[in-house]
């Protein structure tokens, strides 16, 4: 395995946008649009810079790197608080029970209501993988070494931790969700919403959008269908985020509908299983040992790969030490992978 995860650098700038040209819209946090990447950059870098150890508004971007011939095949990002500084809408799903004494009978309707309940959550987000590379565990490493970030920079996250899913598309590239509500409050279609959405936020939509509970018997069918529902180039990821500890709890994007994974920080997988030791010596494994997801570096110096330990002294094979440019005496987090 010669993929490295590493922190995002301004040289980046044309693999994440050629990425972002190949997410096919709705995806948020990655748009097609340079200016918006290169602002994504700089923040990245700041964040990185800052070491005093107390949580704020900061974004953290990964690369992940084919070391064989250096070429970028994919990227995620990491939130360390969100809503600090514009809320953090959603719609909460509920529902509501009436009774009519006249009528003897009882009524229950399911409402969206507009909500800032995550303001303060970290979250993960940003996850973007070539096609041809999703296969050999290369997915797991993009994704879980977020977790391997955050349990060696604890202090830099929330106790909650969420992650935003792509709601469902249809095959025209229109939003059922955004058609049967938002749409109708804007005078823009879903593709111009999307552009605005991915370079400016969705603070536009909350601004306009009315703030009483709405009816989901109101909706369209189809918007209807499609709420809480991941776009179906997401359904993988939503089972590994299920593999992790989030969940599902009710909570959907105001934009297209799509689900909101919800964990317990302390809890996700990952972090719980995460250890950090200093490696004894690098050299070949005894066969059969499990591969790990291994870390090193702080912040900006910070690097991932998969490779395999072996014994209490913590022997390193010499592909991952070579990959993750580590000796003896030095230290790494890790967890099974």
Not at 39 to 57: M, T, V
Request: one cysteine or more; proline letters at 4%; glycine letters at 10%.
């Amino acid at each position: 395995m010669t993929f490295l995860l590493r922190t995002a650098q301004e040289r980046d700038l044309e693999s994440l946008y050629r990425m972002a040209k190949g997410t096919g819209g709705g995806f948020t946090n990655l748009p097609p649009d340079r200016p918006t990447l290169q602002a994504k950059l700089e923040r990245a870098a700041k964040s990185f810079a800052r070491d005093d150890g107390q949580i704020a508004n900061d974004l953290f971007v990964f690369i992940l790197e084919d070391t064989a011939d250096g070429k970028v095949r994919g990227t995620c990002q990491a939130f360390s608080q969100v809503g600090t500084e514009l809320p953090f809408y959603s719609y909460r799903i509920g529902r509501i029970t009436q009774h009519s004494k006249e009528l003897d009978r009882t009524f229950r309707a399911e409402m969206l209501t507009l909500c800032t309940d995550l303001d303060g959550a970290s979250e993960v987000g940003g996850l973007y993988l070539d096609a041809t590379e999703r296969s050999a565990g290369v997915g797991k490493l993009l994704a879980r070494s977020r977790y391997l970030f955050i349990a060696a920079h604890r202090d830099r996250f929330g106790d909650m931790t969420l992650a935003e899913l792509r709601g469902a598309i249809d095959d025209a590239g229109n939003s059922p969700f955004w058609d049967g509500l938002a749409g109708r409050f804007f005078d823009m279609s879903f593709r111009d919403a999307d552009e605005f959405n991915g370079t400016h936020g969705n603070q536009f939509i909350a601004d306009l959008m009315p703030k009483h509970p709405i009816y989901t018997a109101l909706l369209s069918e189809g918007a209807r269908q499609v709420m809480g529902q991941p776009h179906y180039s997401g359904r993988p990821a939503m089972r590994m985020l299920e593999s992790e500890g989030f969940a599902f709890q009710n909570y959907v994007d105001i934009f297209d509908g799509g689900p909101t994974m919800i964990a317990r920080t302390d809890q996700i997988r990952t972090v719980q299983a995460a250890r950090t030791a200093k490696i004894g010596a690098i050299g070949p494994v005894s066969k059969g040992e499990a591969t790990h997801l291994i870390a090193t570096g702080r912040l900006a110096d910070f690097r991932a790969c998969l490779g395999q330990i072996t014994g209490d002294g913590v022997t390193l094979d010499e592909d991952a030490a070579a990959l993750l440019g580590v000796g003896p005496g030095d230290t790494i987090t890790y967890a099974p992978a």
